[in-house]
């Protein structure tokens, strides 16, 4: 049995849309989340 649930708290619209989103009108109301990703160093030696 999984214990672990996912809530989604802040829904977000999307930043681009696709074809079926225009054709069942789903462009107005915010269903997802948009991933931000942070690339970076794992030691920071080499900052400038």
Do not use: H, S, W
């Amino acid at each position: 049995m999984d214990t672990a649930a996912n809530v989604l708290c802040y829904p977000q619209k999307p930043l681009v849309y696709n074809r079926t989103d225009t054709y069942f009108d789903n462009t107005e109301l915010p269903n997802g989340i948009n991933a931000v990703v942070a690339i970076m160093c794992f030691t920071g030696y080499n900052q400038e």
